[in-house]
């Protein structure tokens, strides 16, 4: 007894610690096991919370169910190769692609067609490669989107995109047609200012159903208003003017002297090659025959409409600077000043002193002018001030364009060259170019196959 009481005795420390030693390990692997179970019941809740966000989201309703099923079924109605082109064409014209044949800027090669079977059935493929697309960037990422989308067909996929710049070029009569037609549009509206109309009396407009190639060459024919009298046009002379306000040898009545008239021309030839109807507001439309029932109309588009502005803008600024015997614009509205304009001078009927363009800034005094009147500074378009070069001390005014305001928006280089905005932040606005964005697509149309196939 007394030996076991001693050997007690000699291990009890021993004992002591190993006992708390092993408590403390077990204590220890159980805090583990909590922590690492904490991680785990983290997980776990956060899997409950996203799965009874998906449980107590609604169902969709029976209505809603049949009518995406309705819609799938639809699309996937068995096609042909003559629908499937017609409804492409359709989403081009939609987009703002010009469809024209002649003009080149939508084609699609001959489609070919297979079957695939894919997920347990069979499907009707309609494949079209080399599809091309020309136009301005925004309307062939128009078209792309809605294919690529399925916005118009939900089966359609695109496969492939290959997208370029080009520069436009217009074929030699295509380009002759636009030009023929940008001058007209200009004379037009020249002779209007020049007889101080704000709108032409009795047009030749497209509601009358005939168009004209003749601009005056005989007194009974005329373009564009044949019929007003010379008396409505407040002629007092003894003498007989020609009725109408014409572009070629038009009589025009003198404003100081209303007995008296001169004859004009405001157009250099009297026939032109194409037709044309002319709005009161002086809008011309261009034909290629003189019935407009039965003739087809050449597309001038927007698109047409801004080029003939800056064809305009830019012409403008050539002959002023002609005029003024300008090798560079002093003080011009360039592109790095960051801001563009669509104010080409003053306004007489605003009282008021407007911006300018090209050069608002130049003084009368750096134009060389002595006198002791206040012409306006600058080199503008419209309601310009030009120094007189045989006499320092007077001036005339003189403009270039034949309104105050334009459409779209313009910077001028010191050298004369012209540029086109859509705003008059060039940082933010859009600037037009003659240059159009070209796309080669390969498109997949998916169907049910055709009965009996």
């Not at 042909?80 to 024209?100: H, N, Q």
């Amino acid at each position: 007894m007394g030996i076991i009481n001693k050997l007690i005795g000699r291990f009890w420390p021993t004992g002591i610690l190993f006992v708390v030693g092993f408590v403390l390990i077990i204590f220890v692997a159980l805090g583990f096991l909590y922590f690492q179970q904490g991680a785990e019941q983290r997980d776990l809740e956060e899997q409950i919370a996203q799965l009874t966000i998906v449980v107590t989201r609604p169902l969709p309703s029976v209505e809603k169910l049949q009518a995406d099923y309705d819609e799938v079924n639809r699309s996937l109605t068995p096609l042909t190769v003559k629908p499937t082109l017609d409804l492409l064409l359709t989403i081009a014209e939609k987009s703002g692609i010009e469809v024209d044949p002649d003009a080149g800027k939508f084609k699609i090669p001959p489609g070919s067609s297979r079957e695939e079977e894919m997920g347990g059935g069979s499907y009707q493929v309609l494949s079209f490669k080399s599809i091309l697309v020309q136009g301005e960037y925004d309307d062939v990422m128009a078209f792309i989107s809605d294919l690529d989308f399925g916005k118009t067909l939900e089966t359609m996929v695109l496969k492939k995109v290959d997208i370029k710049q080009t520069e436009l070029k217009l074929k030699v009569g295509e380009q002759g047609r636009r030009e023929e037609f940008r001058k007209m549009s200009f004379v037009v509206r020249d002779m209007m200012t020049d007889n101080g109309l704000l709108e032409i009396p009795a047009p030749l407009d497209y509601a009358g159903g005939i168009a004209t190639k003749d601009m005056g060459s005989t007194s009974t024919k005329g373009f564009p208003d044949n019929t007003t009298t010379a008396a409505d046009r407040d002629y007092t002379g003894t003498d007989t003017p020609r009725d109408g306000y014409v572009l070629y040898e038009h009589d025009k009545i003198s404003t100081d002297n209303t007995s008296q008239f001169e004859t004009v021309n405001y157009i250099t030839v009297p026939i032109t090659t194409y037709y044309y109807t002319c709005e009161a507001d002086g809008t011309v439309r261009q034909f290629d025959g003189s019935d407009v029932a039965t003739a087809m109309e050449y597309p001038n588009s927007e698109w047409e409409a801004r080029r003939t502005e800056m064809y305009n803008v830019s012409l403008a600024v050539g002959e002023m600077m002609t005029d003024n015997g300008l090798l560079e614009i002093p003080v011009p509205l360039d592109y790095t000043g960051g801001i563009a304009t669509n104010l080409m001078g003053d306004d007489p009927d605003t009282e008021e002193t407007m911006e300018g363009f090209p050069d608002n800034t130049t003084p009368a005094i750096d134009k060389g002018y002595t006198g002791t009147d206040k012409p306006r500074g600058g080199y503008v378009l419209y309601n310009h001030d030009k120094i007189s070069t045989d006499n320092a001390t007077h001036f005339e005014t003189a403009s270039y364009i034949i309104m105050p305001t334009t459409k779209y928006y313009y910077t001028c280089e010191a050298d004369g060259t012209v540029r086109q905005f859509d705003g008059p932040d060039v940082v933010t606005a859009k600037e037009y170019l003659d240059i159009e964005t070209v796309a080669i697509l390969e498109v997949d149309i998916y169907s049910k196959p055709s009965e009996g196939e």
